[in-house]
């Protein structure tokens, strides 16, 4: 499992005084870029293929709240990854300074040819570093019909 520290900045706290929806998902992001970084996927790599991550899908579980003042860890587990390496997913806890889960996160994307902005495989080289990243439990082999599950496509796009 990846971990990754974060200081609640003031612009992280929203109208209630606790931590803002936004600041879970740039905290989420935020690790999982440090992660894809970490493991060879730093930008210099990801603009000699000319690709980039895009997201489908995000979900957020809230338990507990959580003030400025401490700090806090997020961690990250590649939970699915299809066979070529298209799609992906990433499941994300969020601690206390105490190491109490306070919240949970499950997000899905893909990786997209930025010049023809279309859906691609992850390149070789590319996928053998996902690939290689330890798997938890729950892991799942990835297919186009998981991207779906929670769609709802308007007619004039299908």
């Known amino acids: 499992m ?8 003031w612009n992280d706290i929203d109208a209630n005084r606790h931590l803002a929806n936004k600041a879970y998902i740039e905290f989420a992001a935020h690790t999982r ?7 060879g996927f730093d930008q210099k790599m990801l603009a000699a293929h000319n690709i980039g991550p895009v997201v ?25 990854l299809s066979e070529d390496g298209m ?3 990433f499941t994300h806890n969020y601690y206390d300074h105490k190491g109490k889960n306070f919240a949970h996160s499950e997000m899905m994307g893909a990786w ?4 023809t902005r279309k859906l691609i495989s992850l390149p070789k ?7 290689s ?26």
């Not at 870029?33 to 493991?39: K, P």
């Not at 997209?112 to 010049?115: M, Q």
């Open 56 to 80: 489908f899908y995000e979900h957020i579980y809230y338990f507990k709240e959580v003030f400025a003042g401490k700090p806090i860890q997020v961690s990250l587990e590649l939970s699915g």
């Open 112 to 115: 997209i040819d930025l010049k």
């Open 125 to 131: 080289e590319f996928y053998s570093l996902l690939d």
């Open 133 to 158: 990243v330890e798997r938890p439990d729950n892991f799942r082999v990835l297919t186009k019909d998981d991207t779906r599950k929670f769609a709802k496509v308007p007619k004039d796009l299908r």
């Open 33 to 39: 870029m440090s992660f894809l970084t970490e493991n």
């Open 2 to 9: 990846y971990l990754k520290d974060f200081e609640i900045r």
């Open 87 to 89: 799609f992906f997913e």
